[in-house]
């Protein structure tokens, strides 16, 4: 039988009762993973773990599988229990480095950093880089991401003198209109 928690969980992702955070969309961003990725692992997967240790609350990890990859989705619900939200979401075991043990900065998790390759968007002098294929270590909880020092150097310099296979990209701003009663 179904646990009552993914019945709670995925009745939500049907009623659009869910929030992500920005971090949950650039690790879903890192990994090539669309909402409805996001979301169909919310309403197949199981339930992996829960973390009681937080007192913000149960943190709910949901794993499922989209084209052959694992992925899991971290999740907690607001106060009042009625909206779900999406802290991140991550690609389960991918060790492209050698994952090291040390606590989050930002965040009380015990959770082990996990090494991934993250795109990673900057400003300097008004001007936007954006850095794909960065290596970094993401904190599974809180999203936030560390990036060693030959890492943040080769960005420095590429901020300084754009390489040779520096791109230019097309980019779209689109605000999106009002929404009353919100
Ligand atoms: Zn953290």
Redesign the pocket.
């Known amino acids: 039988m179904l646990k009552g928690i993914l019945v709670r969980i995925r009745s939500a992702v049907y009623d659009k009762r869910y929030i992500f955070t920005d971090h949950a969309l650039e690790e879903a961003d890192a990994d090539n993973l669309s909402l409805d990725d996001v979301l169909t692992v919310l309403l197949t997967g199981d339930l992996e773990s829960e973390d009681t240790d937080d007192p913000r609350g149960i943190r709910y990890i949901v794993r499922g599988v989209i084209d052959d990859i694992e992925i899991d989705v971290i999740c907690r619900w607001r106060d009042d229990g009625t909206l779900l939200i999406i802290i991140t979401v991550y690609v389960v075991g991918c060790d492209m480095m050698s994952v090291r043990k040390y606590p989050?900065e930002?965040?009380d998790?015990q959770l082990q950093q996990e090494p991934k390759y993250v795109t990673i968007t900057r400003t300097r002098g008004g001007k936007w880089y954006i850095f794909e294929h960065v290596a970094a270590r993401v904190?599974p909880?809180?999203g936030?991401r560390y990036f060693d020092a030959d890492v943040l150097e080769m960005m420095e310099s590429g901020m300084k003198e754009h390489p040779e296979n520096a791109r230019v990209v097309e980019a779209w701003a689109i605000a999106l209109p009002d929404r009353a009663g919100r």
Request: aromatic share 12%; hydrophobic share 10%; net charge neutral.
């Open positions: 989050c930002f965040c998790t904190c909880n809180c936030h």
